[in-house]
């Protein structure tokens, strides 16, 4: 029974579980050394979370919410060839035997899949499994999905059936059809949830109103204006829970991608007479600034420009192989009277498939320079196989950032397995 109209569309089922599949992917251990064979250890699929048992008890939760649900029908759809399917088309095939299933009135199948809930708790994290009392965990995922699929033409229902939800799991996702399509309604919720006594409602409010937030649908409003979101973030700016104000923090750092100056006029008003955790959540909002050597996000942080100089003394080997180890050793040395805050980073400008060379910002370290006085410090840096970079061979080069400010370079060769470089 496929209700009719107010459709978001698949899409919102699709982003939810790309984003939740990112908590399927496991660094793998990949061991890279002359002459030994190379090993992968994988763990168990994240997608395996959606499986018969599973859905089983979920069917079990919804008969006893509704003794006329067709358990053995939500179990047939959902259960469809499921091993042939990825974690977001499970959690979809779920949202369709929902669909199934579910009375026709949108209301009234709010009122169930409400019924089927676990007994509220605030355990943090996604490891809360479903058992007897209650739905929680993944299964809130195809459930969230059914309502941002047809919830559109009741949004106040929609914002609290996802609040009620967001207490077992998460609604992140979920909210961003209804907070695009109707903002002044769905923030008017929101606004209430900063108060809420759940943290997960409340780091919803944050999470949920991102205008960037990862794999999820863009807030293409929020992002080009992030003005009826930011008495969100300064409510919660010192919420007694670090999940909810690391939240805030990725708030920020997704408005300091469009509106960098915005982001330092904040972080500089938050830093008076702040707290160590402010001050956390400050540092954590500004981390794309702060590699970017985004002045004013620095200067608010006390990095003001920099008088020394900076000597690269050593970079060893010159000619390094995949799977070893760079090593760099700098001198620097103060040219002011006064004492100066040092923020140190080195950059890798790692050589592209046509030859050019792309940059990547690393943190080293932050110090105290005395005036007149020299610091000297070595790094170390492992070129070991990744999934998240492709290594080409070839001229490769290094230079130091202070203070968002780059001193000097140099350059060295990086060869690759079979390469003709020597």
Same mark, same amino acid.
């Given at each position: 029974?496929v209700?009719?109209?107010?459709?978001?569309g698949?899409?919102?089922?699709?982003?939810?579980g790309q984003?939740l599949s990112v908590?399927? &992917?496991?660094?793998?251990?990949?061991?890279?050394?002359?002459g030994?064979?190379?090993?992968?250890?994988?763990p168990?699929p994240?997608k395996?979370?959606f499986?018969?048992?599973m859905i089983?008890l979920?069917a079990?939760?919804?008969?006893? +919410?509704l003794?006329?649900?067709?358990g053995?029908? *939500?179990?047939?759809?959902?259960?469809?060839n499921?091993g042939?399917h990825?974690?977001?088309?499970r959690?979809g095939q779920?949202v369709a035997?929902?669909e199934?299933?579910l009375?026709?009135?949108? =209301?009234e199948?709010?009122?169930?899949m409400l019924r089927?809930?676990?007994p509220?708790v605030?355990?943090? =994290?996604?490891e809360?499994?479903m058992?007897e009392?209650g739905?929680?965990?993944?299964?809130i #995922?195809?459930?969230?999905?059914?309502v941002?699929r047809?919830?559109?033409g009741e949004?106040?229902?929609?914002?609290e059936?996802l609040?009620? #939800?967001?207490k077992?799991?998460t609604?992140e996702?979920?909210?961003?059809?209804?907070?695009?399509?109707?903002?002044d309604?769905?923030?008017?919720h929101?606004?209430?949830?900063?108060?809420?006594?759940?943290?997960?409602v409340?780091?919803l409010?944050?999470? =949920?109103?991102?205008?960037?937030?990862?794999?999820g649908?863009?807030?293409?409003?929020?992002?080009?204006d992030?003005?009826?979101i930011?008495p969100?973030l300064?409510?919660?700016k010192?919420?007694r829970?670090e999940?909810?104000?690391?939240?805030v923090?990725?708030s920020?750092n997704?408005?300091?991608?469009?509106? /960098?100056?915005?982001?330092a006029? @904040?972080?500089e008003?938050w830093?008076?007479?702040?707290s160590p955790?402010?001050?956390?959540?400050?540092?954590?909002?500004c981390? $794309?600034? &702060?590699k970017?050597?985004?002045r004013?996000?620095?200067?608010a942080?006390g990095?003001?420009a /920099?008088e @020394?100089?900076?000597?690269?003394? $050593?970079l060893?080997?010159?000619k390094? +192989?995949?799977?070893? $180890?760079l090593?760099i050793a &700098?001198?620097i040395?103060s040219?002011s009277?006064k004492s100066?805050q040092? #923020?140190?980073?080195y950059? @890798?400008h790692h050589?592209?498939?046509?030859?050019t060379l792309?940059p990547k910002? *690393?943190k080293?370290?932050t110090a105290?320079?005395?005036?007149? +006085?020299?610091?000297?410090i070595t790094k170390k840096h +492992? *070129?070991k196989?990744i999934?998240?970079?492709?290594?080409?061979a070839?001229t490769?080069r @290094?230079? &130091?950032?202070?203070?968002g400010?780059?001193?000097?370079?140099?350059d060295?060769?990086l060869?690759? /397995?079979?390469?003709?470089l020597r």
């Amino acid at each position: 029974m496929v209700q009719g109209g107010n459709t978001v569309g698949v899409v919102d089922v699709e982003m939810f579980g790309q984003a939740l599949s990112v908590f399927a &992917i496991v660094s793998c251990e990949i061991g890279v050394r002359a002459g030994e064979p190379l090993e992968v250890f994988m763990p168990e699929p994240f997608k395996n979370v959606f499986n018969p048992k599973m859905i089983a008890l979920m069917a079990d939760h919804f008969e006893a +919410a509704l003794p006329s649900f067709d358990g053995a029908l *939500f179990r047939k759809v959902a259960v469809r060839n499921l091993g042939k399917h990825e974690l977001k088309q499970r959690s979809g095939q779920i949202v369709a035997a929902l669909e199934g299933t579910l009375p026709e009135g949108f =209301g009234e199948a709010c009122g169930v899949m409400l019924r089927t809930l676990h007994p509220e708790v605030e355990a943090l =994290g996604m490891e809360n499994e479903m058992d007897e009392a209650g739905i929680r965990g993944w299964g809130i #995922m195809p459930m969230s999905g059914y309502v941002a699929r047809h919830g559109m033409g009741e949004v106040d229902l929609s914002m609290e059936t996802l609040r009620e #939800m967001t207490k077992r799991f998460t609604a992140e996702f979920a909210v961003r059809p209804f907070l695009q399509a109707s903002p002044d309604i769905a923030l008017a919720h929101v606004e209430a949830w900063v108060d809420d006594p759940n943290l997960h409602v409340r780091r919803l409010a944050s999470e =949920g109103t991102r205008p960037r937030l990862p794999w999820g649908m863009r807030l293409t409003d929020f992002d080009r204006d992030p003005a009826p979101i930011l008495p969100i973030l300064e409510a919660l700016k010192d919420d007694r829970e670090e999940y909810v104000r690391r939240s805030v923090a990725n708030s920020l750092n997704d408005i300091a991608k469009v509106h /960098p100056d915005l982001v330092a006029e @904040i972080a500089e008003r938050w830093l008076r007479d702040a707290s160590p955790e402010r001050r956390r959540l400050i540092r954590h909002a500004c981390r $794309t600034l &702060i590699k970017d050597g985004h002045r004013p996000t620095l200067a608010a942080l006390g990095y003001t420009a /920099p008088e @020394i100089t900076v000597e690269i003394r $050593t970079l060893t080997p010159k000619k390094i +192989a995949l799977g070893e $180890t760079l090593e760099i050793a &700098i001198e620097i040395t103060s040219k002011s009277a006064k004492s100066q805050q040092l #923020m140190i980073d080195y950059i @890798i400008h790692h050589r592209k498939a046509n030859g050019t060379l792309t940059p990547k910002v *690393f943190k080293w370290k932050t110090a105290t320079l005395v005036a007149g +006085a020299s610091l000297s410090i070595t790094k170390k840096h +492992a *070129f070991k196989l990744i999934t998240t970079r492709v290594y080409h061979a070839g001229t490769h080069r @290094i230079e &130091i950032q202070v203070n968002g400010q780059r001193f000097g370079g140099a350059d060295f060769v990086l060869k690759m /397995p079979g390469s003709a470089l020597r």
